[in-house]
């Protein structure tokens, strides 16, 4: 069966390793970081996770490149992505998928030509690779090409796709209601993760105000106590005291639920939830 070997080409995006490394180790047989030049710890974590690095110090056009991946490959096809700030995570599927479409090579660079231009008559070295899927054949074929040839000049015995890679439209989005305000992110926040302080204490926040105020404008109105006064002034003291209950009960689960993280944080082997 084909394997399938994905490499990490980049430097210091030592926050997003783990995740990258993980996910690429779901779609494929082997994950090595071709790293170029790091100043960080971007090293130092792909030790840690198992995750062979490989040192890459030659100029960045496609046929150098090739030529570092053809060494000690024994995988029939191999994934190259260039991890910088504008890739996503979701794009490495798709990525993957390029792996599969039986093309020997398929290229995308970023280019500072004419984007009318075809991208198989840019030069490699005019050039920045953003990925490159390619098998072994291809690997071998376009390692061997000049710095200075173009992709069009390939042999015609591969096949090869070349991409232009297009920087991401910069869309002006409507605020949410989740990053308006640090008021309204504590209140998705609770929303979410259902506090106890929102469920409860709020509610009987306002339950308990709304009874004070009753008891204080209603109740004086009354010249006579009768069965309709002493009911409304029954209900009037049961919405103070639900309220204040309720505030009560929203402190308590607040206060144990903060007991128990620490009596969970002190067995390494108590089950944690998110």
């Known amino acids: 069966m084909d394997s399938l070997r994905i490499v ?58 090739a030529s570092h991946l053809l060494e000690n490959n024994p995988h029939t096809n191999t994934l190259m992505i260039h991890i910088t700030g504008e890739f996503k995570l979701r794009d490495m599927p798709l990525l993957v998928n390029r792996t599969r479409d039986n093309w020997d090579v398929h290229m995308s660079f970023f280019s500072k030509g004419n984007e009318k231009t075809d991208p198989n008559e840019i030069r490699y070295s005019e050039g920045i690779v953003s990925h490159l899927a390619a098998s072994k054949r291809g690997l071998k074929v376009l390692s061997e090409a000049n710095p200075s040839d173009a992709p069009l000049e390939l042999s015609e015995e591969i096949r090869v796709r070349v991409l232009q890679s297009k920087p991401p439209l910069n869309v002006q989005q409507r605020e949410s209601l989740a990053t308006a305000s640090k008021f309204a992110q504590l209140f998705y926040w609770m929303l979410e993760s259902r506090h106890p302080l929102l469920l409860f204490g709020i509610p009987g926040l306002i339950l308990f105000i709304v009874g004070y105020k009753l008891s204080d404008n209603v109740l004086d109105t009354f010249t006579e106590w009768n069965q309709t006064t002493v009911g409304v002034g029954i209900a009037v003291i049961g919405v103070t005291l639900m309220g204040l209950f309720a505030m009560m009960v929203g402190l308590i689960l607040y206060i144990m639920g903060k007991q128990v993280k620490q009596i969970q944080s002190q067995y390494s082997h108590w089950p944690k939830s998110d």
Do not use: Q, W, Y
Request: charged share 30%; hydrophobic share 45%; net charge negative.
């Open 8 to 65: 990490l080409m980049g430097s210091d995006f030592e926050l997003r390793l783990v995740s990258l490394v993980v996910r690429a180790r779901e779609m494929s047989d082997d994950v090595i970081l071709l790293d170029l030049g790091s100043k960080d710890s971007t090293i130092e974590l792909a030790e840690r996770v198992d995750c062979p690095v490989v040192t890459f110090d030659g100029k960045m056009v496609a046929p150098n490149i």
